[in-house]
């Protein structure tokens, strides 16, 4: 693997690690504050199995997605438009389907929740990855 494409994973794992930070959490959080229910934002609580804190997993395994997503790069269209509606349906349908049928999390009541949280991550790491990628550029 070249140096450039390590370059790009890290770029997707930091956009993606940093999404979960600056708009997932913030969009369950508007969502609680408007009654429409689902998990404390920011949660210190800790998880199995090595009790790191609720929120520093979920961004772990976000920016995980974000290398999922960084090597579809190459797929997906270059212009910006494109590249952020591509991770807004990413974030809709790849995280959310893995926790469904993979996890074992099953469809819930409010099915609508997880697509628009998880498409708001993706939009969120696709406009992180531009913005890293311009930085990173200069």
Avoid: C, E
């Avoid at 190459?74 to 790849?94: C, D, E, I, K, M």
């Amino acid at each position: 693997m070249r140096r450039g494409a390590y370059a790009g994973l890290a770029l997707g794992f930091a956009a993606g690690f940093l999404a979960v930070l600056v708009f997932h959490q913030p969009l369950i959080g508007l969502f609680r504050s408007v009654g429409l229910g689902g998990n404390q934002p920011y949660s210190l609580a800790p998880v199995p199995p090595l009790g790191v804190p609720r929120v520093i997993s979920l961004a772990f395994w976000g920016g995980v997605w974000g290398i999922a997503f960084a090597l579809l790069r190459p797929y997906l269209p270059s212009r910006h438009a494109g590249f952020l509606v591509a991770g807004l349906v990413f974030g809709a349908l790849a995280p959310t389907a893995f926790g469904w049928f993979v996890l074992g999390a099953g469809i819930p009541a409010t099915w609508w929740r997880g697509p628009v949280i998880n498409g708001t991550w993706g939009l969120g790491t696709a406009i992180l990855i531009l913005a890293l990628d311009r930085v990173r550029q200069r």
